[in-house]
Every structure is written in structure tokens, then in C-alpha cells.
């Protein structure tokens, strides 16, 4: 496994990664790092606050609401972001996909509380015998540059370094592991057993679309997930409100610390690594964890320009579905959709896409094991 044509097979596989640590900073103690970059609580934005009001629907549906899941009222919002940093240190980033702020409108629809776990996608797999991407073999077809000993089964798994690295090379951090998938997150030696709450990982778009209809449900939109997110409230950084830590605590499961240093996720907010799900207070919706843990899979396709296209309308787009096909000059060999909401790995050093109206983004067909989606249900 140490040939060539295995490093071609890794790179590829692991490109889901990619989207968040193609920054050249190097990672130092945050002492060092006020010495070099201002470090604040709030973040930089673009300019005074563009956002208007939220008008959230006022019927709601007469029927059940669904097991494990929250009515969302839909409504108008202002979506996106002004924030210029990607980080709390004024390290500039990749947040300018999500600019310009526009006025979307969404129907009401119903939101799983958590993140989709462990045991609920186990009873799908169960239920259907079906096999996630991470569990079948790669096909030359897929990578016709590998050898037939390199398609092996596998996922991508994150690794700390042993001492601070530059971070222009994710590589450094991230292994693919072989027998890594979603019932062996850290490879074939480790197990979910009594991890039944947690959030299942490993999955890549296709294996979580097939859960939801398995469910009766369906992905969010990007625009449905972010109208959740932001639980009725008007423009505020995170899914609670504006401050980081309010009153002194974390309010997500992130990685506070030197990133991506064996033991520098110091565990602050109460977790080193991934978490159970719902360990901290819900939005104003009733949902957990909209920020932070895993990244959570939407049907949008990614462009790098969709939120300039929906704002030269100058109307208020409704219930819109995304673009019609993924864009990104920068990386065009990619097929790719977005992710939201930043997982357990996500530090103030250089990633803040907890942040709500931040954008990730994910090649369809890659794993990780700190990604993982929720499901919603029209009426």
C-alpha cells in the first residue's frame, strides 16, 4: 500500500477533505499567534449589518409532528454571510461563497432533531442490506490510475500530527484507512458498539439520500438547512446567538487548542473528538448540534457564485433548489455538493464555518469520519 498509484487512489478518495485546510499558516501556540494576527471573539464582516428581518409562516400543520423530528415554520430570511475571516485570528479564508446576503423564502417542512446516528442508520442497513460507498471495493473504472492491490474498501480517517505542521498539505492529517466505513470509524480494529448515539459518518451523498428515502424523508436544501439554523433569529453568527461563549461556555462541540497536534484538541467544550448527539442546548427551533460535531450533506449542488445569481434577481427567491450542476473554476475535476455547519475539527486558528451562513462543500462520492447528514419531511 505504500506505492505510487495508492498515493493517486488517497488523494483522490480523500478530496472531500480538501474544502476546509488549504490555508499556509502555520499552526503555533495561540500566544504566538496574537503576536502575529489579531485574535478576537467576533469576527471581521464586510460591512454594518445587511440583514433584514426574519418573517417566519404562521400556520402549522394539524397532523403528528413525526418521531424525533421539529416543525420548522418556514418563512422569509435573509441568508448568507458578511463575514470576511476564516477564522477568529483575521486568517482570510474561502467565506466569500457566501456573499452576497439575499432574501430566500421557504415553505414549512419538518427537520430531524439530530443528526442522523448510529443505531437509526443501522436499522436502514438492516432493513435494506445496504452497502455505503466506503464498504465496496473502487473500481479502475473510477481510478484507472491505481493498481488492482491499491481497490481496496475503505475511508478517510483524521490523524494528528506530532508536532505542528504547516497547513498547505492536509495530507499531513488525513489518512485513508482500509476497513474504515461507518460500523469501523477509525478503521477495522475500532467499533460503534456503545456509540449507538452518535452520529453515523463515513457516508458519502448517495448513501445518505438513500437513508432518507428509505425514511420517508429527504435532504435539506441549503437554504431549508440554514432557515433552521438560524431558528427564527435575525442575522446572528451562530445557531444560539452572537457571542462564542456565552456566559463562558462552548455551545458546539469543536476543536479548541493547536490544530492538528496529537493531543491539542484540549476537550474544553466538554469532548475530545466526536460527540454523542444533542450534548449541548438546542436552537430556538428544538434542533441540536446545527453547528459543530459533523458536517451535515444538503441536496444543493455547490457553485461558487449561486448567491451572486440569486441576488441580481433583486427578488426574493423561493424555495430555491440550488444551480443545476456543480461550478467552481478552481477545481473543476470535482463533482461536488454542499455541506453545512462545520464539525469537531472546526478551530477558531483557521476554520470558523460553524458559523450559520458559512458554506462547505463535498465531492459526492468521498468519506470522512467527521461527516454525516440529517434528514427532513414535507407536509
Request: overall charge negative.
Amino acid at each position: 500500500m505504500k506505492n505510487k498509484t495508492f498515493w493517486i487512489f488517497a488523494i483522490l478518495t480523500i478530496s472531500i477533505i480538501s474544502l476546509a485546510y488549504g490555508y499556509t499558516k502555520l499552526i503555533v501556540p495561540k500566544k504566538e499567534i496574537a503576536e502575529t494576527a489579531e485574535c478576537h471573539e467576533t469576527p471581521n464582516t464586510s460591512e454594518p449589518s445587511v440583514f433584514k428581518p426574519t418573517i417566519e409562516n404562521k400556520n402549522k400543520p394539524s397532523g403528528k409532528t413525526p418521531e424525533g423530528m421539529v416543525w420548522i415554520p418556514g418563512g422569509e430570511f435573509s441568508m448568507g454571510s458578511n463575514v470576511e475571516d476564516e477564522s477568529l485570528c483575521s486568517i482570510k479564508g474561502v467565506t466569500k461563497d457566501a456573499a452576497p446576503i439575499h432574501r430566500v423564502y421557504v415553505d414549512g417542512y419538518y427537520m430531524d432533531k439530530t443528526e442522523v446516528t448510529n443505531e437509526e442508520f443501522e436499522k436502514f442497513v438492516k432493513a435494506t442490506g445496504y452497502i455505503t460507498v466506503a464498504e465496496q471495493k473502487p473500481t479502475k473504472e473510477e481510478f484507472p490510475t491505481a493498481s488492482e492491490e491499491d481497490l481496496v474498501t475503505g475511508s478517510v480517517v483524521f490523524t494528528p500530527t506530532p508536532a505542528a505542521v504547516n497547513l498547505n498539505n492536509f495530507l499531513q492529517w488525513w489518512r485513508y484507512e482500509p476497513g474504515a466505513d461507518w460500523r469501523h470509524p477509525e478503521g477495522p480494529q475500532s467499533t460503534i458498539k456503545g456509540k449507538e448515539k452518535y452520529p453515523v459518518v463515513h457516508v458519502v451523498y448517495e448513501d445518505a439520500a438513500a437513508y432518507a428515502k428509505w425514511a420517508g424523508k429527504r435532504l435539506p436544501t441549503e437554504a431549508e438547512w440554514e432557515f433552521a439554523a438560524r431558528g427564527g433569529k435575525t442575522g446572528n453568527l451562530y445557531a444560539w446567538g452572537n457571542s462564542l461563549k456565552p456566559n463562558g461556555k462552548f455551545q458546539a462541540n469543536i476543536y479548541q487548542g493547536h490544530f492538528p497536534i496529537k493531543d491539542g484538541d484540549t476537550g474544553e467544550d466538554g469532548f475530545k473528538g466526536i460527540a454523542p448527539t444533542a450534548q449541548f442546548a438546542p436552537n430556538a427551533y428544538g434542533l441540536y448540534d446545527m453547528a459543530g460535531n459533523v458536517w451535515e450533506w444538503v441536496n444543493d449542488w455547490y457553485s461558487v457564485d449561486y448567491y451572486k445569481s440569486l441576488a441580481e434577481t433583486g427578488k426574493t427567491v423561493k424555495n430555491p433548489k440550488g444551480p443545476d450542476a456543480y461550478y467552481d473554476p478552481s477545481d473543476p475535476t470535482e463533482i461536488k455538493r454542499v455541506h453545512r455547519g462545520g464539525s469537531f475539527l472546526c478551530t477558531d486558528q483557521y476554520c470558523t464555518r460553524y458559523m450559520v451562513g458559512t458554506r462547505g462543500k463535498g465531492e459526492i462520492r468521498s468519506a470522512a469520519n467527521h461527516v454525516g447528514f440529517r434528514c427532513v419531511k414535507s407536509i
